[in-house]
Each structure stands twice: as structure tokens, then as C-alpha cells.
């Protein structure tokens, strides 16, 4: 006789319709591999007359979260209502009450990932957040089972599929960065707000979870040095291209000398790289084991059914340790108890694109300021003059060796105030 196992879902958006199709279409299966009858009996749903283009039975809806957190014979809460409140409280209420807990929420982990896994504990029931990084990629799975006899010397992801679908069209098809979110847009991979995409937030959330599952260290959102992908133009697009290089939004960490250094920026990356072929709205993952050596994991990272696949899959492990009475992790997948430190993103070879007056000796005034700060040119180009608020300027573009990135922004600062640089532009890591 199989056992059934009761969840409640708090929300019932593009994931929770997304989670509800994959077991509805793969219910039989799945009860006939695992012996376990999975059932959503009760979804959270505050707006009942909204088409959510999917046939579920009225009497499994409800308005009022206390009939799921509440009731004692439902023992899993799948929470997919985004955001870090109220969904952190509901999630909190239900690991007290006893339910194992399952989420895509990579905001709600990332700020208050260490007092969930705490009350986990407490109660003898487990958290589970594999779809709150990259979608439907199984990455967090792999890292605390079958990868986890290993040290990890770095991790470099792609984990926001809104940019790098924009970051894809500017290269392939020389769109501009508006146009291209324009069409992201229309394509549903982007919100009508995109800030938590574009401003790297979104990629920061996921990059604090995996430094906590790889490196056991506490990095949250907000000391992650995070920059997004609007300053990006088609000067640059074609400069990298020209250079050998794509440009991607990575977010990376990496362990060096007892630190983990990370970030979360645009990177110019050798088009030989794993990464570099990623493209439109797929994510990837690229790990370094001292054991496994590297490995990329590749797929959607978003999307209703691949995101649901990742929430399922999630309740079916929870569940199959519910049937053998062992439901709660002696050590917890978030871990903050490394004798590492987070020290920001250290060192890094960079691409600075800056508009300068086009006169002579300004290049070489530029390579002084930066010989003072001990900052080595690797790389120089110069576009064609054009005239900007009645005066002619040049547009150059330089790559530097490894610096750490205060001391560089220090000399373009000198440099701008010497008024050697009228402007900027854009300032991205470069890969080696």
C-alpha cells in the first residue's frame, strides 16, 4: 500500500502551476517508483478568480494560510509566494509546526537562510531550496550528495536568465541594450520592473546560497560587490568580440589562501570558456573539485515546468525520508560554520571603456596615473573621434593586469579630476 504524503502550496503563480502540472503529469510515475502517493491537497491562492490557466478542483484552494501552516495531517509546505516577507514567517511557522519545508525563494534564503535551518533542526524536519538557484538545474542536489567528498576551489555561474537572453541578443544580433530588453520583455523573460535582473540582484541572491553550501561561509546579498549589466553598450559587445572575448553576467566566489573572494558583475570571458556558449535564457554552473576537477551543469533556469521540476523533485527526497522516519538533516545543506572569511572580490584584470578629450598626451598622462597606482596596461584601443558637447573626444578602451579594484578606481578618479577622462563608461572584469 503506498503511502501518502499530504502538501499544502502557499501560492499559486508561474512556479506553483508549474510545480502542480509536473505531478499531475507525472503522478503514476512517480508513485511507482518511490511507493509514495504525493498529493497536493490544500494551495494557498488570495485571488480564486484569477485564470491561472490550469484545471484545480475549487475545494483545494483556500484564502487563509492558518489551514495549511495549521493542519497536522499535512506534513510538507511548498512555499512559492516570493519574496522575503511574509514567506519567511509562513516558512518559519510551518518548520515550528513541525513541516518539512520546500522552497524556490532564493530572497527569503539568502537573508534569513541560517535561522530557517535552525528551526529545521530544532524541530527534526528538513528545508529544502534546490529551485532557488537555476531553475530547474539539479546543482544544489549534486553539491551536498553525490559531489560532496570534495573541496571546492571555485564556482562561476550564469544564474540570471533575463540577462544573459539580453546580453545574447546584443551579441548575436547587435541590438542595443534597450531593444533587447524591449524584446525580453515581450517574451515574458523579463518583468515590467527588471531591477532585481539587470542590477545583479537576483544573481547575488543565488550566489550567497552556494557560497554557503560549498565554502560554509555567511556572505549575504548585501556584502556581495554586485554590478548589473545596464552599463553595457555595443561598444562593448564589439570590443569583446573583437578581442576574442563574450561578455556574460557571472556571478563567481572563489576560495584563495583561507578567503573566499566573490562577486557578481559582467565579465568579459574567452570565447574557449564553458560558460562563453551559454546563451538567451538558459543558466549554467560551472564548479572546480580537487577531486572531480571541473564540471559545468547546463539548462533552464527558469520557467513554470523546468522550476517545477526542481520544487518537486525536492518533495519527493523530503518524502522518502518521511517514510523511513528519518526526516531532518544531522548537518544542515546551509552551513556557516567555516573557519573562512568572505573578502570581498580581490584581484582582477579589468576592461575600463572611458570618453577622454582627444588631444595629444593623453594617453600617455593615463598610463602615468596609472604607473603611480602600480596598475600594469595589458591592452589599449582607441575608437574614432566624435564630437560630445561641442568638443571632440575618443572613446578608449583599456585592459589591466590583476589589480584590486579600490586601488583602480582610486587612479581613474586622479585621472578624472587631472581631466585626462570626462567620463567612465564601464568598468568589467576580465577572465582568464
Same mark, same amino acid.
Given at each position: 500500500m503506498k503511502k501518502i504524503i499530504k502538501v499544502g502550496m502557499l501560492g499559486i503563480g508561474n512556479v506553483g502551476r508549474g510545480t502542480y502540472q509536473a505531478l499531475e503529469m507525472n503522478h503514476k510515475k512517480i508513485a511507482e517508483t518511490t511507493g509514495l502517493d504525493i498529493e497536493i491537497v490544500k494551495i494557498l491562492n488570495r485571488h480564486p478568480e484569477k485564470d491561472r490557466g490550469i484545471d484545480i478542483p475549487a475545494e483545494k484552494y483556500t484564502a487563509d494560510v492558518d489551514e495549511i501552516l495549521n493542519d497536522p495531517e499535512i506534513d510538507i509546505v511548498v512555499e512559492l509566494i516570493g519574496g522575503i516577507e511574509p514567506a519567511t514567517e509562513y516558512m518559519a511557522r510551518a518548520l515550528a509546526n513541525g513541516k518539512s519545508v520546500v522552497t524556490a525563494n532564493k530572497a527569503a534564503i539568502a537573508a534569513n537562510g541560517k535561522r530557517l535551518a535552525a528551526l529545521a533542526q530544532d524541530n527534526h524536519v528538513l528545508l529544502r531550496f534546490e529551485a532557488a538557484v537555476a531553475g530547474g538545474i539539479p546543482?544544489?542536489? @549534486? %553539491?551536498?550528495?553525490?559531489?560532496? @567528498?570534495?573541496?571546492? @576551489?571555485g564556482v562561476h555561474g550564469i544564474l540570471n536568465g533575463t540577462t544573459n537572453y539580453i546580453l545574447t541578443q546584443m551579441s548575436e544580433y547587435g541590438k542595443s541594450y534597450e531593444d533587447a530588453l524591449k524584446d525580453a520583455q515581450i517574451k515574458g523573460f523579463a518583468? *515590467?520592473?527588471?531591477?532585481?535582473?539587470?542590477?545583479?540582484?537576483? +544573481?547575488?541572491? =543565488?550566489?550567497?546560497?552556494?557560497?554557503?553550501?560549498?565554502?560554509?561561509?555567511?556572505?549575504s546579498p548585501a556584502v556581495i560587490p554586485t554590478q548589473g549589466i545596464t552599463t553595457v553598450a555595443t561598444e562593448d559587445i564589439k570590443f569583446a568580440a573583437d578581442s576574442g572575448f563574450r561578455i556574460k553576467l557571472l556571478a563567481s566566489a572563489r576560495e584563495i589562501d583561507g578567503k573566499v573572494y566573490g562577486n557578481v558583475e559582467p565579465v568579459l570571458l574567452p570565447v574557449s570558456h564553458p560558460l562563453a556558449s551559454v546563451n538567451n535564457e538558459f543558466n549554467a554552473v560551472f564548479v572546480s573539485g580537487n577531486a572531480v576537477d571541473d564540471l559545468m551543469f547546463y539548462g533552464r533556469g527558469a520557467g513554470p515546468l523546468p522550476t517545477g521540476s526542481a520544487v518537486l523533485g525536492d518533495v519527493i527526497g523530503v518524502a522518502r525520508k518521511l517514510e523511513k522516519d528519518s526526516a531532518y538533516d544531522i548537518v544542515p545543506q546551509l552551513r556557516y560554520d567555516s573557519d573562512l572569511e568572505f573578502a570581498g572580490e580581490g584581484t582582477s584584470k579589468y576592461c575600463i571603456r572611458m570618453m577622454v578629450p582627444e588631444r595629444a598626451g593623453i594617453l600617455g598622462k593615463i598610463s602615468t596615473i596609472f604607473g603611480e597606482h602600480n596598475i600594469s596596461v595589458?591592452?589599449?584601443?582607441?575608437?574614432?573621434?566624435?564630437?560630445?558637447?561641442? !568638443?571632440?573626444? +575618443?572613446? %578608449?578602451?583599456?585592459?589591466?593586469? =590583476?589589480? !584590486? =579594484?579600490?586601488?583602480?578606481?582610486?587612479?581613474? !578618479?586622479?585621472?578624472?579630476? *587631472?581631466?585626462v577622462i570626462k567620463s567612465i563608461d564601464n568598468i568589467m572584469r576580465v577572465e582568464e
Open positions: 546543482i544544489l542536489t @549534486s %553539491l551536498t550528495t553525490a559531489l560532496l @567528498s570534495n573541496r571546492f @576551489s518583468e *515590467a520592473d527588471p531591477t532585481a535582473d539587470v542590477e545583479g540582484l537576483d +544573481a547575488a541572491n =543565488k550566489l550567497s546560497i552556494l557560497i554557503s553550501l560549498i565554502f560554509g561561509v555567511d556572505a595589458e591592452n589599449v584601443r582607441q575608437n574614432s573621434p566624435y564630437t560630445s558637447d561641442g !568638443e571632440t573626444v +575618443a572613446d %578608449l578602451i583599456f585592459i589591466v593586469f =590583476k589589480v !584590486e =579594484k579600490p586601488v583602480l578606481l582610486a587612479a581613474l !578618479e586622479e585621472a578624472r579630476e *587631472a581631466g
